[in-house]
């Protein structure tokens, strides 16, 4: 509304400073004119009155004072000023006014109806100073229209055609009256003060800086037919490198054509921010209390043509309508989706939020994100310190990667008003490419034990049409273990409490060789092993990653099986089973070790036909339980070309046959 105000205000400048031609040292021509140009300002349909006119011709000063004016639209804009002075005017030429110091009294702002939500919203500044200003020798024709939308586009025009040193408002005040539609309650409304407003270097659509020291606001409203207040103070605004034109291009219709980037901000710094809401003492609805230590956004661009922001506000249906039809929803996200496409942030970061909630203070370190053409390239949460029922937990960083949200909301345009089928919601998948979790700590049910996850990463890409064919996950993590669980119970008798897990799994079809890896395959259970495998298929055609079924099973079909290989060391697992087996049984351990072998050896003479390979690999398994800590390599290698599909139903009807296709290397050691 800042910039509102000093457009409107700045109308009523070129509206005096203009039309009096090259003679500003008549009193007589200068009534005149003035006079003139509040008579356009009346013909355009709008009110237009002023009290006393002065000028002094030896200082080139203007005094006028009791202008009013009001739009003549259905909801009027209107601004008065009680007095206006303007020394040193001048003309460079016939196109521009000048002044060399410009000061207005009691200026107010009133706007009524700007949105459905809102009646009435006003602005008053006791004093507002404009040094060394040049602008139009035009008067610039009025809104016809006081929605919110008009008003910006209207000001962000008349900012841009005007070039000043500096100009300065020590206070500004607000009231906002909310309308009905609001459902904010009878008298809902609030208060806004501004202090230390200040705008430096005004030049050809350019601002070089700008700042506001302090912003506090008040508003009443009532939730559930009761009151609710709210108070906010936000300090330290200030942004620098400001483009008033490419806002203007924005909301100008004549733009929506214009494919190109505009630079808006360079940067800006906001903070600390404190907010409280208050609900009425006699319900037990918790408040909230909320600081921000700090925001900061660089490079803030945005495009025209992609944005298409006219078109969008003109598709917006106006307060009690009915609800759009289908077709129509799908438009409306359409034009959202190019609102974010339309958008660009170099960098946003948001440092020291702070809240109460009913279990306790929660606290972020920060939160980050960049933003270019409607995609997150990362979404970053770090620094995360709350309390949940059962206890105190942190997330040290949680970050989203690559998240396109503009075809997010383009699908789900698609999916208004119908349930998307299968292939439709697979299409989701490629509009985020990975997850990240690190320095988590959660307390474990009502143990008073925590989890801990280290990391938690999983990523994926190369994608396939909706289907990724690459993929990576990397998890740390440990959990302590509940013996009131079965499943668990074997590991709690034998003095394991905690269980830790490190794993990293990675998958990567190749198109070129048509070759599928499942590499690398690492898992480490910190006191029971650690196994590393690989596994290759051949000939895999791209059709296998189709989202029809009949298309990829028809594809599956064609791919052949690859070597494999598996490492495994025994860091006590052998042990752990063997006792949990004398238990079941009630045997000795030696017993229990002896019947496993046994029925290994079974196993291996069943299938082994005589064979050698299979011969080694059942003596080797073999020794591996019977020492424990030794470390068991298999490696499979196909003798000849093997569909898979086939070798996989082969292994369950005939698994002599189905080892006979591959050369088995089998071995142990410490």
């Known amino acids: 509304m800042k910039k509102i105000l000093l457009g409107l205000i700045a109308v009523v400048v070129i509206a005096i400073g203009g039309f009096f031609g090259f003679d500003f040292f008549a009193q007589r021509r200068v009534t005149r004119d003035v006079e003139a140009a509040f008579e356009q300002v009346r013909a355009t349909g709008?009110?237009?009155?002023?009290?006393?006119?002065?000028?002094?011709?030896?200082?080139r000063t203007l005094t006028i004072s009791d202008i009013a004016t009001e739009s003549g639209a259905q909801s009027p804009v209107s601004v008065k000023i009680a007095s206006l002075t303007m020394r040193g005017l001048g003309q460079p030429d016939a196109a521009r006014v000048s002044a060399d110091h410009v000061e207005f009294s009691d200026v107010e702002v009133g706007v009524s109806g700007p949105t459905p939500t809102i009646a009435a919203l006003t602005y008053k500044a006791p004093r507002i100073t404009v040094k060394d200003y040049s602008g139009p020798a035009a008067l610039p024709r009025l809104p016809a229209s006081s929605s919110i939308f008009e008003l910006y586009r209207f000001a962000f025009a008349q900012l841009a055609s005007i070039n000043a040193s500096s100009v300065t408002a020590p206070t500004l005040s607000g009231t906002i009256t909310f309308s009905a539609a609001a459902h904010a309650g009878d008298g809902a409304g609030g208060t806004f003060d501004y202090s230390g407003l200040a705008i430096e270097n005004m030049k050809d659509g350019r601002i070089g800086s700008s700042k506001t020291d302090k912003v506090a606001f008040r508003i009443n409203s009532q939730t559930a037919g009761k009151p609710v207040k709210m108070t906010g103070d936000l300090a330290n605004i200030a942004a620098s490198d400001i483009d008033v034109g490419a806002m203007a291009a924005m909301f100008d219709p004549a733009k929506a054509n214009d494919d190109r980037d505009y630079r808006v901000q360079g940067h800006v710094s906001i903070g600390p921010y404190l907010i409280t809401v208050t609900p009425d003492a006699a319900t037990a609805a918790p408040g909230l209390n909320m600081r921000i230590e700090g925001v900061t956004i660089d490079d803030v661009r945005i495009n025209p043509s992609r944005m298409q922001l006219p078109a969008l506000l003109a598709m917006i249906p106006p307060q009690g309508s009915p609800p759009p039809s289908p077709a129509q929803a799908r438009e409306l996200l359409e034009k959202v989706a190019g609102l974010y496409s339309g958008a660009g942030i170099g960098n946003a970061e948001m440092r020291g939020l702070a809240f109460d909630t009913p279990q306790g203070p929660l606290k972020l370190s920060s939160l980050r994100f960049n933003f270019e053409h409607g995609k997150i390239g990362e979404l970053a949460v770090e620094g995360l310190d709350g309390r949940a029922p059962q206890g105190p937990f942190k997330v040290g960083r949680f970050a989203l990667k690559s998240l396109d949200v503009a075809s997010l909301m383009r699908l789900s345009a698609q999916f208004a008003g119908q349930k998307p089928s299968p292939e439709q919601a697979l299409a989701l998948i490629p509009l985020i490419e990975g997850v990240e979790v690190k320095g988590v700590t959660s307390p474990y049910k009502a143990t008073g034990k925590p989890v801990n996850i280290d990391v938690l990463s999983l990523d994926w890409g190369q994608f396939v049409g909706s289907i990724p064919s690459k993929l990576r996950l990397v998890a740390k993590m440990a959990a302590p273990l509940d013996a009131a669980d079965p499943r668990q119970q074997a590991l709690v008798a034998a003095g394991i409490d905690r269980m830790a897990i490190d794993a990293d799994l990675g998958a990567a079809w190749t198109e070129t060789s048509r070759s599928f890896a499942l590499e690398p395959v690492k898992l480490d259970m910190a006191g029971l092993l650690n196994a590393s495998a690989k596994l290759t298929l051949a000939n895999v055609p791209r059709e296998a990653f189709s989202t029809s079924a009949a298309e990829a099973m028809g594809a599956a079909a064609q791919i052949e099986a690859g070597t494999i290989e598996l490492t495994v060391h025994d860091l006590g697992a052998i042990d752990?089973?063997?006792?949990?087996?004398?238990?079941?049984?009630?045997?000795?351990?030696?017993?229990?070790?002896?019947?496993?072998?046994?029925?290994?050896k079974a196993q291996g003479d069943a299938v082994s036909g005589g064979s050698a390979d299979v011969t080694a690999l059942v003596t080797a398994v073999s020794q591996f339980i019977e020492t424990p800590g030794q470390t068991l390599v298999i490696k499979l290698t196909p003798r000849a070309k093997a569909p898979a599909l086939q070798l996989m139903q082969l292994l369950k009807t005939d698994p002599q046959s189905a080892l006979a296709q591959f050369k088995i290397e089998a071995s142990t050691g410490l």
């Open 576 to 600: 752990l089973a063997i006792a949990q087996y004398a238990r079941s049984q009630n045997v000795s351990r030696d017993e229990a070790r002896n019947a496993v072998l046994n029925s290994i």
């Open 46 to 59: 709008a009110k237009a009155s002023h009290g006393k006119i002065a000028f002094d011709t030896k200082s």
